[in-house]
């Protein structure tokens, strides 16, 4: 795909559309949620791993799961790993 730094051709955009590659937000929307939750329909994960992940604070991966679960209704279970002593948090259904 040929992009320039802050650029994307209009038909590669709308191919994108089309592969659902890119994900529609209201203007003045945190893109970080939809991001975060990508990160969840692949992998069980901790706070600092989604942090690390995407280069943000452990914070801003907190809100943003709790703004999955209030706004987005998605149903993202906390778990405990006693061998690793770590919580997980895991989407239970991806759709």
Do not use: C, W
């Not at 529609?24 to 994960?45: D, Y």
Request: aromatic share 10%; no cysteine; glycine share 6%.
């Amino acid at each position: 795909m040929a992009s320039d730094n802050h650029f994307i051709s209009r038909e590669n955009f709308r191919e994108m559309i089309g592969q659902k590659s890119v994900v529609r937000t209201p203007s003045g929307h945190g893109g970080i949620v939809h991001e975060v939750l990508r990160v969840l329909m692949k992998n069980a994960s901790t706070l600092e791993g989604i942090a690390e992940r995407l280069s943000i604070e452990r914070k801003t991966a907190y809100n943003a799961i709790n703004h999955l679960k209030q706004r987005h209704r998605k149903r993202i279970l906390r778990f405990y790993n006693p061998k690793d002593r770590k919580y997980y948090y895991y989407l239970e259904s991806v759709k």
